[in-house]
């Protein structure tokens, strides 16, 4: 099978500390389940109803993160279930998510995305944002919210050595955290650009199109 042959190959190419999130957006469950079948436990999707059909149709031991923007709306659909929402935006998206982990009694693991492209399109914080959230103790202060770390993904360009720029200052700012916020996840890197971010020291990478195919 190709799903197999391809996870394979990335699985044996990357350090064994970098975890491989499937990135199963847009493909239909019996793809899943083939990377499933290859022991694959760590699916990306970002859109809320998508994720939500996906995860009742299937297993349960499977770990499925938010990658995509997630409107506050919504928080309440994924909070019971959610692994990981790598796509933390705002302040009002951090209170949202505290509450609703409250509500269903849990502590929920998220990334802070930072924009690190120059695209416009990205969301995120910026590096000052994030630093004014913690310089005014505001990242700690919620109590069904785990602060694993960062996510950023680099502009859309050929140009490798700009990809790597945006990708070193990301780990420089994960590495200035790291010790006082407890960090331990930097997501970045996707299919066209995760071997730029495994030099940057990434530690999560999202595939999608390198396992599944294109979109
Ligand atoms: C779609 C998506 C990916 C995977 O993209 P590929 O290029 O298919 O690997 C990774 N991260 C985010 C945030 C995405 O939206």
């Keep these: 099978m190709k799903i197999h042959k391809n996870l394979d190959s990335i699985i044996n190419s990357i350090p064994i500390d970098v975890k491989l999130v ?4 847009t493909k239909p469950i019996d793809q899943i389940k083939l990377a499933y079948d290859c022991g694959q436990k760590d699916f990306g999707e970002n859109k809320v109803q998508e994720l939500v059909n996906k995860y009742n149709s299937l297993n349960k031991d499977i770990r499925w993160h938010m990658i995509g923007h997630l409107q506050r709306n919504k928080v309440k659909f ?6 990981l929402i790598h796509s933390v935006d705002s302040y009002r998206l951090l209170k949202e998510i505290n509450k609703q982990g409250f509500k269903c009694n849990r502590l929920i693991n998220i990334l802070v995305q930072i924009d690190i492209s120059n695209d416009n399109s990205k969301f995120g914080f910026s590096y000052n944002e994030f630093e004014e959230l913690v310089n005014k103790n505001e990242i700690n202060s919620f109590k069904n919210i785990c602060v694993k770390g960062f996510m950023g993904m680099a502009s859309f360009t050929d140009n490798q050595k700009k990809i790597g720029l945006e990708f070193k200052s990301l780990n420089n700012f994960y590495l200035k955290y790291k010790d006082s ?19 940057h020291n990434t530690n999560m990478i999202r595939l999608g199109s390198s396992i599944f195919g294109s979109r």
């Design 22 to 25: 499937a990135v199963s957006k």
């Design 78 to 83: 994924i909070a019971p279930f959610i692994h």
């Design 181 to 199: 916020l407890k960090l331990d996840t930097l997501s970045m890197g996707m299919s066209g650009d995760y071997k730029i971010a495994i030099e």
